[in-house]
């Protein structure tokens, strides 16, 4: 039976998504693997009921070579549920570039865009009636 999921996203420098992950959006490392050069190769990041994954590239090839490629290119979004969306807009707004300014969906949800170092679209979202 299920009980969980968690993201794991290929990035290109996991110390550049740790600090936007951390800095914009208030995660805590809560695990780390060193790679190369001080650098490191792998992180779980987390915060509220939030988990992500963060890998680089090269070492997500090694481990799965379907995945290989010459650079990161985004194949997935983030669809984050608050409880407070116009605050987290603020505060997102006066530190971060917004993708896709609030608005409201086609499925009733009120929501925003923002892309993270890597180019992965994370939205935000109050369901209708929240």
């Given at each position: 039976?299920?009980t969980?999921?968690?993201?794991?996203?290929?990035?290109?420098?996991?110390?550049?998504?740790?600090?936007?992950?951390?800095?914009?959006?208030?995660?805590?490392?809560?695990?780390?693997?060193?790679?190369?050069?001080d650098?490191?190769?792998?992180?779980?990041?987390?915060?509220?009921?939030?988990?992500?994954?963060?890998q680089e590239?090269?070492?997500?090839a090694e481990?799965?070579?379907?995945l290989?490629?010459?650079?990161?290119?985004?194949?997935?979004?983030?669809?984050?549920n608050?409880?407070?969306?116009?605050?987290?807009?603020?505060?997102?707004?006066?530190k971060?570039?917004?993708?896709?300014?609030?608005?409201?969906?086609?499925y009733?949800?009120?929501?925003?865009?923002?892309?993270?170092?890597?180019?992965y679209?994370?939205?935000?979202?109050?369901?209708a009636?929240?």
């Open positions: 039976m299920y969980n999921m968690t993201t794991n996203l290929m990035v290109e420098s996991v110390d550049a998504s740790v600090a936007f992950y951390r800095d914009i959006l208030g995660f805590s490392i809560v695990a780390s693997v060193p790679g190369k050069k650098a490191l190769q792998f992180a779980i990041l987390a915060k509220d009921n939030l988990t992500l994954m963060l590239r090269t070492s997500l481990e799965y070579p379907t290989a490629t010459a650079r990161v290119r985004p194949s997935a979004t983030l669809y984050i608050t409880d407070d969306l116009n605050g987290l807009y603020q505060e997102l707004k006066a971060h570039a917004i993708l896709c300014d609030m608005h409201t969906s086609f009733g949800a009120k929501e925003f865009a923002i892309a993270d170092t890597d180019g679209v994370l939205t935000f979202a109050e369901q009636g929240a």
